[in-house]
């Protein structure tokens, strides 16, 4: 299995916030740094302070930061971006890292902040989603010297150079979420990743067999998807570090316990390996303390190690 870092800047996170996380967690063996795409806060407790920063800005930065761990959004919003646009800026800020980006990309759900800052949320989203995925590898699988061009719905292309192209080849796109049909299917045709989303154990099987039903229907091996899952985290090696950890995430020790990673190394070990038993082979600790760099020393040395 590989361990990745999640987190949600909106909550309130400066750019140094974020680059002292994702460089600890690169020293520490982290085999990603992922966050959200949002432009607003969830938790109020704080009003978001210092404000949003934006996800591909800040991976840019982060690339140029950092030298080895993967770096991505878990998952941007396709009513942000034009594609046209988005395929520029991850194909320009994988080169910046040196191939170690991907694409976490969803329909959007978040309509307040869409408010907030002016950004149009149409009703039904999943036809965009669906063409942007057309639209950003279409451009990036046109051999170079060759033009694109689409007509969709929402998207019209003509003649587009197709450029620049990734460092990698295919850049790897996550697609996440419980949808019965539509969602299985758009992972079976674009994504190298399936996020089923959070760790609560009872739904994940269903998604999994959905998931993997679609990939036969298309005639792709389901082994050649990567099933993860994220969990929001507090652990610790006292029941008063995890308390305190899960109220840094507005939660409790026990709600974490049923739909995160929570509780000490032997509970979360047991937990990631019946994870493991399903399917899962990539987990994303969602940690919500910036400044709480102990949690992920805990999970590097006192966790991780039990999982090899």
């Not at 949600?8 to 020293?27: I, M, R, V, W």
């Not at 005639?219 to 995890?242: H, K, M, N, Y």
């Given at each position: 299995?590989?361990?990745?870092?999640?987190?949600?800047?909106?909550?309130?996170?400066?750019?140094?916030?974020?680059?002292?996380?994702?460089?600890?967690?690169e020293k520490l063996g982290f085999e990603g740094y992922f966050r959200s795409d949002h432009y607003l806060t969830m938790d109020d407790r704080n009003g978001g302070?210092?404000?949003?920063?934006?996800?591909?800005?800040?991976?840019?930065?982060?690339?140029?930061?950092?030298?080895?761990?993967?770096?991505?959004?878990?998952?941007?919003?396709?009513?942000?971006?034009?594609?046209?646009?988005?395929?520029?800026?991850?194909?320009?800020?994988?080169?910046?890292?040196?191939?170690?980006?991907?694409?976490?990309?969803?329909?959007?759900?978040?309509?307040?902040?869409?408010?907030?800052?002016?950004?149009?949320?149409?009703?039904?989203?999943?036809?965009?989603?669906?063409?942007?995925?057309?639209?950003?590898?279409?451009?990036?699988?046109?051999?170079?010297?060759?033009?694109?061009?689409?007509?969709?719905?929402?998207?019209?292309?003509?003649?587009s150079p197709a450029l620049p192209k990734p460092v990698q080849n295919p850049l790897p796109i996550i697609i996440g979420g419980s949808g019965p049909s539509r969602?299985?299917?758009?992972?079976?045709?674009?994504?190298?990743?399936?996020?089923?989303?959070?760790?609560?154990?009872?739904?994940?099987?269903?998604?999994?067999?959905?998931?993997?039903?679609?990939?036969?229907?298309?005639?792709?091996?389901?082994?050649?998807?990567?099933?993860?899952?994220?969990?929001?985290?507090?652990?610790?090696?006292?029941?008063?570090?995890?308390?305190?950890?899960?109220?840094?995430?507005?939660?409790?020790?026990?709600?974490?316990?049923?739909?995160?990673?929570?509780?000490?190394?032997?509970?979360?070990?047991?937990?990631?390996?019946?994870?493991?038993?399903?399917?899962?082979?990539?987990?994303?600790?969602?940690?919500?303390?910036?400044?709480?760099?102990?949690?992920?020393?805990?999970?590097?040395?006192?966790?991780?190690?039990q999982l090899d």
């Amino acid at each position: 299995m590989d361990f990745r870092i999640f987190t949600e800047p909106q909550n309130g996170a400066s750019y140094t916030d974020q680059l002292e996380l994702a460089q600890a967690a690169e020293k520490l063996g982290f085999e990603g740094y992922f966050r959200s795409d949002h432009y607003l806060t969830m938790d109020d407790r704080n009003g978001g302070m210092p404000g949003p920063t934006d996800s591909w800005t800040t991976l840019a930065g982060l690339a140029r930061e950092t030298s080895t761990i993967r770096l991505g959004t878990l998952v941007s919003s396709a009513t942000f971006r034009h594609p046209g646009i988005l395929a520029i800026q991850v194909a320009q800020v994988d080169d910046m890292s040196g191939g170690r980006i991907e694409l976490g990309l969803g329909t959007g759900w978040f309509e307040k902040e869409h408010t907030a800052y002016g950004i149009p949320f149409p009703a039904k989203r999943f036809g965009m989603l669906e063409e942007q995925l057309d639209v950003i590898t279409g451009i990036w699988g046109t051999n170079p010297g060759k033009t694109f061009s689409y007509e969709g719905k929402h998207y019209q292309l003509s003649q587009s150079p197709a450029l620049p192209k990734p460092v990698q080849n295919p850049l790897p796109i996550i697609i996440g979420g419980s949808g019965p049909s539509r969602t299985p299917a758009l992972t079976a045709k674009f994504a190298a990743e399936y996020n089923a989303g959070f760790a609560t154990i009872a739904p994940l099987k269903e998604r999994i067999d959905r998931v993997r039903a679609a990939c036969e229907h298309f005639d792709r091996d389901p082994a050649t998807l990567v099933l993860s899952i994220a969990g929001t985290t507090a652990v610790g090696a006292t029941e008063a570090q995890i308390d305190t950890r899960a109220t840094a995430a507005n939660s409790t020790p026990d709600a974490l316990r049923h739909g995160g990673f929570a509780g000490t190394a032997s509970e979360v070990v047991d937990k990631i390996s019946e994870l493991k038993a399903l399917g899962f082979t990539r987990v994303y600790f969602q940690v919500m303390d910036f400044h709480d760099l102990d949690q992920l020393d805990f999970l590097a040395r006192e966790v991780i190690p039990q999982l090899d």
